[in-house]
């Protein structure tokens, strides 16, 4: 069975400072792709990052990169400059090529000022 | 464009009604998907699509019903609703790794 873990259900961060959350993952597929969905309270899914597991480089968004290790199935998201805009909830999840995601519980970050 | 719209936004239900769910999308999108989120877990499949005409079941399907008549159109229905089926419900859009949430639907059985 395919599986999305992320072991951390709550984080908190200082305004400024740099977060990472883990997340590891399994699954069967071949060529797959991985992503990390902020919701905030209004319940939106907006996509934050996402890699494709061919591709060796690690994705980065301006604030946000990930640290994708293959062999270990590890695609952890590193939040720099933390702004109090990103405290939500964040799920990790992977997806193969007909775009069906499998997602982890989900990691409440908490932003402090 | 409008992206992937589910309607309604809320409802609620009496346990034994019959309800179903819109989704469309105007992106011209292959694959579509629906979840449903519980309180403390992540988003799991109910029922998905590769193209119309074509579904299959996803983590937990049971109670719910789909079709796909239409590339844009993948209503979801709830034959007899549960109290189980109380949950926040998202459909899903995708080409490749491209996927686009609707709002979704926070649906309360009584």
């Known amino acids: 069975a395919q599986t999305v873990t992320q072991s951390q259900p709550e984080m908190s961060v200082q305004e400024a400072e740099t977060v990472t959350l883990s997340c590891t993952y399994d699954?069967?597929?071949?060529?797959?792709?991985l992503f990390w969905y902020k919701q905030p309270p209004s319940r939106q899914m907006i996509l934050v990052i996402r890699q494709e597991a061919y591709k060796q480089q690690n994705a980065t968004e301006n604030r946000f990169s990930v640290n994708f290790q293959k062999a270990a199935k590890s695609f952890s998201l590193k939040i720099s400059d933390s702004q109090l805009g990103d405290a939500a909830m964040y799920f990790c999840a992977s997806g193969g090529s007909q775009g069906n995601l499998i997602f982890g519980k989900g990691t409440k970050l908490s932003v402090k000022p | 464009n409008a992206g992937v719209t589910q309607t309604p936004k809320f409802q609620v239900l009496k346990t034994g009604q019959s309800m179903t769910l819109q989704c469309a999308q105007d992106m011209n999108h292959e694959y579509m998907s629906w979840y449903r989120q519980d309180p403390g877990m992540g988003l799991r499949l109910i029922h998905y699509?590769?193209?119309?005409?074509?579904?299959d079941q996803g983590e937990v399907p049971n109670g719910y019903n789909v079709s796909r008549s239409t590339t844009e159109d993948f209503p979801l229905r709830l034959l007899s609703a549960a109290p189980s089926q109380t949950s926040v419900y998202f459909c899903?859009?995708?080409?490749?790794?491209?996927?686009?949430f609707g709002s979704g639907t926070r649906l309360t059985v009584v």
């Open positions: 699509s590769v193209g119309a005409g074509i579904t």
């Open positions: 899903a859009s995708s080409q490749g790794p491209r996927v686009t």
């Open positions: 699954t069967s597929e071949s060529d797959y792709y």
